[in-house]
């Protein structure tokens, strides 16, 4: 699976239990990709407030791991300022450094730290499927170890190798592992590869160069310094983590769309239908018999008289209804000069009906030729229609009758 595909399926909900004051992740992942900053303006400030005042996180990290630090530093305000309660080092690359670490700090007496992160730098790029599944295993074995802590799973940053990279396939070795497992990830390499308009970067590298030619044609903040990096960089990364902390904090992301139908059809699934943020919800519009599709709106507006509709990537609530009208048939009726067809111009029939019309000359002219949906049906006086169930034609032509002869004349006295 490739990461173009994961930036379709990620972000998923989770649900969030509690158990004493101490947070329990049920079976279903949280995953803080690029769709993660955007959200940030939608948080609810008492999940900021809650996740400041619950989780207590101990951060290893080297430079590259430092950014969420930074991007944390740019967005602090009165009511944004979490930080990490304990920094260390060295980072993923360090095993089993990093788990002896982890160990020791959670075993110390009287311990308050109730969430674990570690970062790589960049030895992701060349790390084989055997050392990924030892990264992934020894976090599951600390998680079994120490139930009331919170793991955060990562990946290892862009190096420019894109999609067919080593660091790609691992990275996603990484994400079907947290996906289908229920495990909490941070995206590290998915942030920096989606600008903010959502345009994707496959063969981006650790320096974020889509954030120069970003920040030539929008405002961006400044830090100082981001390492190996651009302060947008940082500054993505800090609210894809605050993003994350809401969501481990009990925010809950479901995103409603209100579906209703008109008379005679039907929409499915219709009400109000919960939808995950950043996920995909398919609308089937269905008339009735004898009905179809008379027009669709999506948040008001028409999209026509289609009979399925896709949300695709939600992230506010929308609403769809769908309207139906009869099913008419058209029968379009004309005629030459020197005669008439009764009815004339376009006739509506229901489906199965029948419709007669009446040809009829000018006196001195007869019928020369009725024609029906293109083909003769002879010179005849009167045609129907009968059990309808596709648009027709019927065309009349008259010529001027023929002189008699002397003979003819002789005959008739």
Known sequence: MNAKKWAIILVLGAVVLHLGDRPVLARQAVIADHLAPTAYSSIPDKYIQQAISQFNLFYGHTSHGSQIVTGLEMLQDATHFFYPAEETGPDLGYYPDWVNITRTRLNQPGNDINMVMWSWCGQVSWSSQEEIDTYLQTMNKLEQDFPQVIFIYMTGHTDGSGIDGNLNVRNNQIRDYCLKNGKVLFDFADIESWNPAGSYFPNTSDDCGWCSDWCTSHTCPDCGGCAHSHCLN?????????????????????????????????????????VDYGASQTFTITPNNGYHVADVLVDGSSVGAVTSYTFNNVTSNHTISATFSNITYTISASA????????????????????????????GYRIASVTVDGGSVGRVQSYTFSNVSVNHTITASFAKNRPLSYLNLLLRN
Do not use: M
């Open 336 to 363: 030459g000069a020197n005669g008439s067809i009764s009815p004339v111009g376009t006739v509506s029939v229901n489906p199965g009906g029948s419709q007669t019309f009446s040809i009829t000359p000018n006196r």
């Open 234 to 274: 940082c500054y993505l990364k800090g609210k894809a983590f605050y993003w994350l902390l809401a969501r481990l904090a009990g925010w809950n992301l479901s995103i409603t769309i209100t579906a209703s139908a008109g008379a005679n059809g039907a929409i499915s699934p219709s009400g109000v239908v919960a």
